[in-house]
């Protein structure tokens, strides 16, 4: 079994037709669109359903691809690990009519870091459509796991993965081994890949099981990631894929085909056919340069890759049929990870198509929460809380003053008598009331208002007024009490929700640096959900901040109503009781 690490999506490998018409009977069970709504096996709890789309706004191709071993990735996206048996055991795969088992291999299985490949034998993908659909079981405690090596595909002589644990690169047979280990890059193409320096080399022995006979039909395909210009990518017998000053070229005896420029340190597909007379040169899926071959000679001998040439290697597969454009332009677009072919979708027992979509971008951002997420969103949630209540509180409190000074300066200004005004037991919500009465009790304490009673002094004026001064600031400090929550909330929240998502990108790209996989796919959804605690932190900021500004203002015109109202009554005081009055 390989043990190259996966990226995180379900993906696809083709492989070229034979004929038109063996397997008919799968092809036909293929092409009917993927509305089947029974479950494969009632014991299995769940399924991801992945879509090969070959169709103008997928992929397109033109022609069926049989006999195709396709590598399908789950991750935690689209795949339960934790309803999935620990070992992956309990995985099947099921072709369209949700009632067809494929056979399949499990390449890697690691439910701790949530990443997972197998690959499937498919019988056929159909062109120009998007039913090309492919079912992953699991949630069975009771299943037993599938013997190993379950899938071969139909035509390829030899297939290298470069992921064996000692290095020694083994064709899936295990016939063919190289002689010298080669170190390995576990962040390449799909998984682990071969690196070369320009010094090192692949060799494997001559096999009478791959070659082909003068004129016979021969192809090569790989991924490469040059890191310089220059060295030879395969070689066997008189066949030979080289890159020269960064060109790629392909050699059959005499013929030469030169084809596009390759670019140093990204991802290339690059293919080489010999067949009906013609070498042909791929790159990237898109056919580079074709010539005339007069008199093929046959191919075989030993295998060689990679001498002279530094950077990294990947998915070599040797094939004893003519390889189409169509079928390079799929191996290349599935390979490389193209987002308009394959999309995949997380099941439950019991949905139909209809319900496919649930948990939804939302439950797939909960679900790839870190701990530190959920901690930090958990505070932010009682921020919230308190942010609410205070905000509820204060709008309430406010309504209520507001409301009572209204109805108290209306009785106030309509006595004539200033010390007769009904105060706090009238007016129970009134802060002016209070100052009031607060006011009243300053004057009865010095006699006035009684018929006998003394004069009021300017000196005792000033004591009366510095004492409702001091029941005024009092009550600022209750209207203002509990703001400092908001706040908090405004300034506090988002810096909260942006050390949750600083930390939640951490994890993630920690866990991905574990796994050795870089991919895009495995990076969104962990980042997708780290970002979740800053739009939390807003959430919080955001209500706090308008409810502030609106209890800030109502308060500031309580406020400015309250110290209008303590020089109306010091000055009426004056008018009423004051020396001033007295000698008139």
């Known amino acids: 079994m390989n043990t190259k690490q996966p990226d995180h999506t379900a993906r696809a490998v083709p492989h070229q037709p034979r004929s038109a018409w063996p397997g008919l009977v799968l092809l036909a069970a293929l092409a009917v669109p993927a509305i089947s709504h029974a479950w494969w096996n009632a014991d299995f709890k769940q399924r991801t359903k992945v879509t090969l789309n070959t169709a103008a706004n997928g992929v397109e191709t033109r022609e069926a691809i049989s006999g195709a071993v396709v590598p399908v990735r789950l991750h935690s996206g689209n795949f339960d690990f934790v309803a999935a048996k620990p070992d992956g055991s309990d995985l099947r795969f099921v072709a369209a009519d949700d009632k067809t088992p494929l056979k399949f291999s499990l390449e890697r299985f690691d439910g701790v870091n949530e990443l997972a490949v197998a690959w499937v034998q498919l019988p056929t993908v159909l062109p120009g459509t998007d039913t090309n659909v492919v079912y992953a079981y699991a949630g069975n405690p009771k299943a037993a796991a599938e013997p190993p090596g379950g899938a071969a595909e139909s035509g390829a002589l030899a297939t290298f993965r470069f992921g064996e644990k000692d290095g020694l690169s083994r064709d899936l047979a295990g016939a063919l081994v190289a002689s010298v280990a080669l170190p390995q890059e576990l962040n390449g193409l799909i998984g682990a890949s071969a690196r070369l320096d320009g010094t090192a080399r692949l060799d494997w022995p001559a096999s009478d099981k791959i070659k082909a006979a003068a004129g016979a039909p021969y192809s090569v395909s790989l991924w490469i990631k040059p890191a310089g210009l220059s060295g030879t990518l395969f070689a066997q017998g008189p066949l030979q894929l080289v890159l020269e000053e960064g060109r790629l070229v392909g050699r059959l ?226 209207l203002n009490s509990a703001m400092v929550w908001l706040t908090i909330a405004i300034s506090g929240g988002p810096f909260l929700g942006l050390l949750g998502t600083v930390v939640g990108v951490m994890i993630t790209f920690a866990a991905i640096a574990a796994a050795g996989d870089v991919n895009v796919n495995a990076i969104a959804p962990g980042i997708a959900a780290a970002l979740l605690a800053t739009v939390a932190g807003l959430a919080v900021a955001i209500p706090a901040l308008f409810g502030y500004n609106y209890l800030a203002a109502r308060i500031k015109n309580i406020s400015s109503d309250m110290q209008i109202f303590v020089d109306e009554f010091v000055t009426r005081v004056a008018e009423s009781y004051g020396r001033d009055r007295v000698e008139r």
């Open 253 to 478: 005896g005499r013929a030469v085909a030169s084809g596009g420029l390759l670019p140093v340190s990204a991802w290339a597909h690059v293919g080489l056919t010999v067949g009906t007379g013609k070498l042909t040169l791929y790159l990237n899926g898109t056919q580079a340069a074709q010539v005339d071959v007069a008199n093929a000679p046959a191919i075989e001998g030993p295998l060689r890759a990679g001498e002279g040439f530094s950077g990294l290697v990947d998915e070599l597969q040797l094939s004893g049929v003519l390889r189409s454009a169509d079928w390079m332009k799929f191996t290349r677009a599935v390979q490389g990870a193209d987002a308009r072919l394959v999309a995949s979708v997380k099941q439950l027992e019991g949905q139909g198509e209809a319900a496919e979509g649930d948990p939804g971008y939302m439950g797939i951002l909960v679900k790839n929460l870190t701990v530190d997420a959920w901690v930090v969103i958990g505070i932010l949630g009682v921020m919230f809380v308190v942010a609410v209540w205070v905000m509820v509180v204060k709008a309430l409190l406010v309504r209520r003053v507001d409301g009572g000074n209204s109805a108290f300066v209306a009785g106030f200004r309509e006595s004539a008598d200033v010390l007769k005004v009904l105060g706090a037991e009238t007016y129970a919500h009134s802060s002016l009331a209070r100052l009031y009465d607060a006011g009243v009790a300053q004057l009865k304490k010095r006699g006035i208002g009684k018929p006998d009673g003394p004069v009021l002094s300017g000196a005792a004026l000033d004591a009366v007024k510095a004492a409702v001064d001091a029941d005024l600031v009092r009550e600022n400090h209750k």
